[in-house]
């Protein structure tokens, strides 16, 4: 029996997804159903003076109006936490329709129940308000004088400024100097299933959440503080996510709205976020601009990197995705200086968005390597190892592992760098100018902060349940995870079922930050190792059995039969043991207890992104004409679902590079292309054929099976190295993104 | 199990009456079964297919046209029944992803979709098969930048692309039929 870990099994829910099978959070049956739909705020600060709701509570159907005049107010508004941290995490510190201020534009002010969508939707459009609006700021541009550098960021998980060394000197003295401004448009996730919750109240304590969710315990820990309930008193379920992106990783205002409109009517109510509602009700990657400012020697070595960022957040929070982190740790630098610079808007709190922080931050740091390889006439690549750094150059201790120069070699050979002409526009095909770029990739492993859980339950039949309240939204985490459970317990994957997408399975943390699939993994791993231990113990103590007086350690499981390393002919199978000593199953709750952070080692992911573009010489449009991704991401439990996430993110930065804005309308405080018809994402003439590798990197520091994730690192780099290639085609850098085509006239 | 091409040339009478704007019957023939839905005239194909007919297999991804997911065949056209009023489809012939399939044995499209992984979340999937199968048929899937173009309609955010079209070549090259009458 050859290992399922590293196989490429088809996914095991594929079968039901592709004949429509899947249930959605919006698609469970329930019966005596109701639909509510969300009203919201048409101006982005100021209050709301009058409100009239007569003629929606006549409308036909309507059950309920909601407003912030008679929705029974929240218990507790719990602080803004990464989901990560494993208890509530409301996507922002606040929550709507307890008063009547407006403080951003898409602010839910009324909820409307209806027997029929249509007929919610309608009445929706009865309300009448009259608002006061005060001045808003919803750019960067309109208050960058007053931006403040926040003790710390990101719930408070991060410093707002980190420095090491003298870099004011090394400035000074440096033989070279790259200083350069990058701009980033906001950017929304749009998973394809928009967030749907559908709330049952099964009496006046008991409640069950349908919720489209990365974390079905954070909803429940959110909504138990919001609700006032305890969390036995709350379920959530998703069964099915129709992708995330970020999107579905903090707990909005949704579920909970939900809740509290079910309560109201008395009957279950399901609510669903419109396309354009997904622009305001659950976070994007904020405006920004990154200054970077490289110092080097003539060889080209970094003796300083500065990096400031400034961005927009919300009222509420001091929110920064956190763009310096990775690129604080990507090359040598002595001497190293990062401060994010805050502005205060009227802005929903900006959230997670897929490679959240490193899709930006290496942009900035990759196109600036490049300039820097170019100005002193070295080749890019040649000029990134020289930089390498064997060490956390934060810390100085080794990584737990990295694979970086091998991925660069590997990305070399499989996309043909060497050999390269470096000199812009030196290739033309017709009216295309040919180009090619790369840059470094990096994601940083963040473990859990809590103990991750997982079941595993053994019948006498020899098949086995696995259980964890890990989501599935397209990660493969189910299929890994069943692979998982197969080697721990020594049996074929057709022989285990995983179970996940509930808060009443054991508890593991939101599958956030690339960390879903190693927190769950190594729960998984070490509840079936666990178990099948346990019943080689049961075996070698049990008089009737072949194995009796056999030392443990001594003894393997395969295809489900316990023998002899050395005389695989002695032994017996699960079921054997088990029939004859009237056993049903056995169980066991494996719980893995994440090492410390900083547990002596840096953890971080590596990888090299390698593109070629052409961009027509008249028009300015630019093609990616092919993507050579090399990744090292620790052990990878399943070579196909792992690589269509490295090849999807790699297509997401190309949308970050070329494609993706959320464009502010500033006299409305409004987003002006809340669609997807005008929110370009790639489509499919957009997405070249992708080469993604894997380096097999071992690493035994950051969980027992050394994974360190594959879900966001494909993002990173790609759209510097889009950059790199259009200025190589062009000789034109690229300081904004995406890269429309004005860009290049 | 649905033949695309013979959908296509069905007959579809027209009648020209006023009905609604309250709750009316209306009678619609999904996957060769007559079901009759009380609504609205102004419920979408979509709505009613997932919210009265449990047919939630077509799914909703925009509501407004933007992305594919809501693809469905009527009358053997590719239709985005989010933008489709059920009651304009009496009298003809609605098939969804739910018809697909032959019992347990999955159309070859479907076959394809699964062993290329040319999903991920699959939220997407059921229009992209949709449309995939109706575009083999129609003779638009010569080669890859023909079949980029015409999928492009059915937006995959979790980008499968590249294995979207993988299993349309496979499906393609096998000889596979573009209706399921294999
Ligand atoms: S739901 Fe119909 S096109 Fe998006
Ligand atoms: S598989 Fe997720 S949107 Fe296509």
């Given at each position: 029996m050859s290992p399922a870990i590293g196989a490429t099994l088809n996914r095991v829910d594929g079968r039901f997804k592709v004949r429509g099978e899947s249930r959605y959070s919006a698609e469970v049956p329930v019966p005596n159903l109701t639909h509510a739909v969300v009203v919201n705020a048409k101006i982005a600060s100021g209050r709301i003076t009058a409100i009239d709701t007569s003629e929606a509570e006549r409308a036909e159907g309507v059950l309920a109006v909601l407003t912030h005049r008679n929705l029974s107010p929240v218990a507790t508004v719990p602080k803004l936490l990464p989901s990560l941290a494993g208890l509530a995490a409301p996507g922002q510190s606040f929550f709507p329709m307890q008063d009547e201020t407006i403080h951003y534009a898409g602010q839910p002010v009324a909820i409307v129940v209806a027997d029929t969508?249509?007929?919610?939707?309608?009445?929706?459009?009865?309300?009448?308000?009259?608002?006061?609006?005060?001045?808003?700021?919803?750019?960067?541009?309109?208050?960058?004088?007053?931006?403040?550098?926040?003790?710390?960021?990101?719930?408070?998980?991060?410093?707002?400024?980190?420095?090491?060394?003298?870099?004011?000197?090394?400035?000074?003295?440096?033989?070279?100097?790259?200083?350069?401004?990058?701009?980033?448009?906001p950017n929304h996730h749009n998973p394809i299933e928009p967030s749907a919750s559908t709330a049952?109240?099964?009496?006046?304590?008991?409640?069950?959440?349908?919720?489209?969710?990365?974390?079905?315990?954070?909803?429940?820990?959110?909504?138990?503080?919001?609700?006032?309930?305890?969390?036995?008193?709350?379920?959530?379920?998703?069964?099915?996510?129709?992708?995330?992106?970020?999107?579905?990783?903090?707990?909005?205002?949704?579920?909970?709205?939900?809740?509290?409109?079910?309560?109201?009517?008395?009957?279950?109510?399901?609510?669903?976020?419109?396309?354009?509602?997904?622009?305001?009700?659950?976070?994007?990657?904020?405006?920004?601009?990154?200054?970077?400012?490289?110092?080097?020697?003539?060889?080209?070595?970094?003796?300083?990197?500065?990096?400031?960022?400034?961005?927009?957040?919300?009222?509420?929070?001091?929110?920064?995705?956190?763009?310096?982190?990775?690129?604080?740790?990507?090359?040598?630098?002595?001497?190293?200086?990062?401060?994010?610079?805050?502005?205060?808007?009227?802005?929903?709190?900006?959230?997670?968005?897929?490679?959240?922080?490193?899709?930006?931050?290496?942009?900035?740091?990759?196109?600036?390597?490049?300039?820097?390889?170019?100005?002193?006439?070295?080749?890019?690549?040649?000029?990134?190892?020289?930089?390498?750094?064997?060490?956390?150059?934060?810390?100085?201790?080794?990584?737990?592992?990295?694979?970086?120069t091998e991925c660069y070699q590997r990305a070399a050979e499989l996309f043909g760098w060497h050999g390269r002409d470096p000199r812009p526009r030196s290739r033309r095909e017709g009216q295309w100018l040919i180009g090619t770029g790369m840059a470094s990739a990096l994601y940083p492993v963040t473990q859990p902060v809590n103990p991750q859980r997982a079941r595993a339950r053994l019948y006498n039949d020899g098949t086995a349940v696995v259980e964890a309240g890990v989501s599935e939204f397209g990660t493969g985490v189910f299929t890994a995870m069943t692979q998982v459970a197969a080697d721990g317990l020594g049996i074929p994957v057709e022989r285990v079922r995983f179970v996940g997408g509930s808060s009443d399975l054991p508890n593991v943390t939101a599958a956030v930050g690339s960390a879903g699939t190693s927190a769950v993994g190594s729960a998984v791993h070490l509840a079936t190792t666990q178990l099948r231990d346990e019943l080689i113990r049961r075996a070698v103590a049990d008089d009737h059995s072949p194995l009796r007086g056999a030392d443990p350690a001594a003894v393997q499981v395969r295809d489900g039969k316990m023998v002899l390393r050395d005389r695989p002919d002695v032994g017996e199978t699960y079921a054997d043991l088990m029939h004859r000593t009237f056993m049903p199953d056995v169980e066991v709750l494996g719980t893995w207890n994440p090492p410390p952070q900083d547990a002596g080692y840096g953890v971080h992911t590596f990888g090299a992104q390698m593109a070629e573009v052409a961009v027509d010489a008249d028009l300015g449009v630019v093609r990616v004409r092919r993507m050579v991704g090399v990744f090292a991401p620790g052990r990878v439990l399943n070579r196909k679902t792992a690589h269509s996430q490295l090849?999807?993110?790699?297509?997401?930065?190309?949308?970050?590079?070329?494609?993706?804005?959320?464009?502010?309308?500033?006299?409305?405080?409004?987003?002006?292309?809340?669609?997807?018809?005008?929110?370009?994402?790639?489509?499919?003439?957009?997405?070249?054929?992708?080469?993604?590798?894997?380096?097999?990197?071992?690493?035994?520091?950051?969980?027992?099976?050394?994974?360190?994730?594959?879900?966001?690192?494909?993002?990173?780099?790609?759209?510097?190295?889009?950059?790199?290639?259009?200025?190589?085609?062009?000789?034109?850098?690229?300081?904004?993104?995406?890269i429309t085509l004005e860009k290049l006239l | 199990?649905?033949?695309?091409?013979?959908?296509?040339?069905?007959?579809?009478?027209?009648?020209?009456?006023?009905?609604?704007?309250?709750?009316?019957?209306?009678?619609?023939?999904?996957?060769?079964?007559?079901?009759?839905?009380?609504?609205?005239?102004?419920?979408?194909?979509?709505?009613?297919?997932?919210?009265?007919?449990?047919?939630?297999?077509?799914?909703?991804?925009?509501?407004q046209g933007a992305c594919g997911a809501c693809t469905?065949?009527?009358?053997?056209?590719?239709?985005?029944?989010?933008?489709?009023?059920?009651?304009?489809?009496?009298?003809?012939?609605?098939?969804?992803?739910?018809?697909?399939?032959?019992?347990?044995?999955?159309?070859?499209?479907?076959?394809?979709?699964?062993?290329?992984?040319?999903?991920?979340?699959?939220?997407?999937?059921?229009?992209?098969?949709?449309?995939?199968?109706?575009?083999?048929?129609?003779?638009?899937?010569?080669?890859?930048?023909?079949?980029?173009?015409?999928?492009?309609?059915?937006?995959?955010?979790?980008?499968?692309?590249?294995?979207?079209?993988?299993?349309?070549?496979?499906?393609?090259?096998?000889?596979?039929?573009?209706?399921?009458?294999?």
């Open positions: 969508i249509e007929r919610a939707d309608h009445a929706g459009t009865l309300i009448r308000f009259e608002y006061a609006p005060t001045p808003a700021t919803t750019l960067l541009d309109q208050a960058r004088d007053q931006a403040y550098v926040p003790e710390r960021i990101f719930g408070g998980l991060l410093p707002g400024h980190a420095s090491r060394g003298d870099v004011a000197k090394a400035l000074a003295e440096a033989e070279v100097c790259v200083d350069t401004t990058y701009r980033f448009a049952v109240w099964e009496d006046a304590d008991r409640l069950t959440v349908y919720d489209s969710t990365q974390g079905p315990n954070s909803v429940q820990f959110t909504l138990a503080e919001l609700l006032g309930l305890p969390p036995i008193s709350i379920r959530v379920v998703s069964h099915a996510v129709g992708g995330s992106f970020g999107s579905k990783a903090m707990v909005w205002h949704h579920p909970a709205l939900a809740a509290l409109a079910a309560r109201h009517v008395g009957r279950p109510v399901r609510l669903v976020l419109t396309r354009e509602q997904m622009f305001t009700s659950c976070g994007h990657r904020e405006e920004q601009e990154q200054r970077i400012t490289l110092a080097a020697g003539a060889d080209g070595r970094i003796t300083a990197l500065r990096h400031h960022k400034l961005s927009l957040t919300s009222p509420f929070d001091d929110w920064a995705e956190p763009s310096l982190q990775s690129p604080s740790v990507a090359y040598t630098s002595p001497n190293y200086e990062g401060i994010y610079h805050l502005v205060r808007g009227n802005t929903i709190t900006p959230t997670f968005t897929r490679a959240p922080g490193e899709a930006t931050g290496m942009f900035a740091l990759e196109c600036a390597m490049d300039e820097l390889a170019e100005r002193i006439g070295v080749d890019p690549l040649e000029l990134r190892l020289r930089n390498y750094s064997a060490t956390d150059p934060e810390s100085g201790k080794p990584w737990s592992s990295s694979g970086l090849m999807g993110g790699m297509l997401w930065g190309l949308g970050q590079a070329l494609l993706e804005a959320t464009r502010m309308d500033p006299r409305m405080g409004r987003w002006a292309n809340a669609s997807l018809g005008d929110y370009l994402v790639p489509v499919n003439a957009d997405a070249p054929d992708v080469v993604v590798d894997t380096i097999e990197v071992h690493d035994e520091v950051v969980n027992p099976l050394g994974m360190k994730g594959v879900g966001e690192i494909g993002v990173v780099g790609v759209a510097a190295a889009i950059a790199n290639a259009v200025h190589h085609a062009t000789g034109r850098r690229q300081y904004e993104l995406p | 199990m649905k033949s695309y091409e013979a959908l296509r040339t069905a007959p579809n009478p027209d009648h020209a009456v006023v009905r609604g704007p309250g709750e009316v019957e209306v009678h619609l023939h999904v996957n060769g079964e007559s079901r009759t839905a009380i609504i609205e005239p102004r419920v979408s194909l979509l709505d009613a297919l997932r919210d009265r007919l449990e047919l939630t297999g077509t799914k909703k991804g925009c509501n469905v065949w009527v009358d053997g056209r590719r239709v985005l029944s989010c933008l489709t009023l059920a009651i304009t489809c009496e009298n003809r012939e609605v098939t969804t992803i739910e018809a697909l399939s032959e019992g347990d044995t999955l159309h070859p499209m479907q076959q394809a979709f699964l062993d290329c992984d040319a999903f991920q979340c699959g939220y997407c999937t059921p229009g992209q098969i949709m449309s995939a199968v109706a575009l083999l048929a129609e003779g638009h899937v010569g080669d890859d930048t023909e079949i980029g173009e015409w999928m492009s309609g059915n937006i995959c955010r979790c980008a499968a692309y590249p294995h979207i079209r993988a299993a349309i070549r496979r499906v393609r090259d096998e000889g596979g039929p573009g209706d399921a009458s294999r």
